[in-house]
């Protein structure tokens, strides 16, 4: 369904744009329907640049991302866009900046409607919205009319997917969705992307949270500085962590029963470095080329040991 291959992007920062940031280095991974893939990673990692090149928001620099069998990597032309943004959406971290607070918040639904369903008649369109409500468990009267400020996150977090779905999209990218919903809220979401998955949706979940990822996906990519530390599935990564930056990232998920102390021991035996793949000598593990540990499970190598093997 969708597919990246090598891809990477840099930033011109600095005054004038005379820098150079390597945010994303030679990424690859694959979402297949009804299959949720977590990027997880530390903040800067990469994560949404990866999120927004898949959506076209932001250019790639290098490499290929495909979608059913068709290049997107650089989408051109109002036409092609639109073609596209009918099968794949994006819903954000934060609900309330996806709403105009001067406008009814099922507003979202008429623009859609105007792009896309220009011909359909009114009574068509009531049926499918009250369906596409239905789905994220939203009723009419809940929402329909409301000002965003007379609606909860998590309220407004499902109205933006119901207004997804009335594009019949097959991929959804999900960019910290749950991040700023309270715990109630968040695993209703969650529920939620749980049906979309049954529906045969494939879903890039993007997220900081170990836990959520683990939780949700069934194969996680890590990643550490832009490229890929580890990926697989998410069974065989979170039973059987390679890399010593995911068994960092897991060492500092705070469990009952544990104390800082015992943590700090975990990670300081981490942080002693070597290559994941060929051991200590072996480079730090930077994740450069990725090594077939077990069945689907890759680690990455810093291919930079002294005897050339690594
Ligand atoms: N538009 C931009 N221009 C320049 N640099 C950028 C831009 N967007 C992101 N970056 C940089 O690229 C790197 C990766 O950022 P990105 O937002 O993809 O990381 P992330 O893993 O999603 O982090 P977070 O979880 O904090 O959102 C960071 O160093 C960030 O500062």
Known sequence: MLRLDRVSKVYRIG?????????VRDVGFEVRPGQVVSLIGESGSGKSTIGRMVLGLTPITEGTITFEGT???????????????RRVQGVFQDPFSCFNPI????????LIRAEYFPEA???EWRRRIAESLDVVRLGPAQ???????QLSGGQLQRLLIARALLLDIRMLVADEVISMLDASTRIDVLNLLGDLKARGMGILFVTHDLSLGNYV???SVILRRGAIAESGPTGRVFANPLHPYTRRLLASVPRLHRTWAQTDAERAADAEGGCPVHGPGGGDGGGVRLVEAEEGHFVGCSGDGADGSC
């Not at 005054?15 to 945010?23: I, K, N, S, W």
Request: aromatic share 14%; charged share 35%; hydrophobic share 30%.
């Open 15 to 23: 005054a004038f744009g005379g820098e150079r940031l390597r945010a």
């Open 71 to 85: 290049d997107v990597s650089r989408l051109r032309g109002h036409r092609r866009r639109k073609e596209y943004y």
């Open 103 to 110: 406008f009814p918040a099922d507003r979202v639904f008429a």
């Open 121 to 123: 008649g009114d009574a």
């Open 143 to 149: 929402v329909l009319g409301k000002y965003p400020h």
């Open 217 to 219: 996906s069934d194969t």
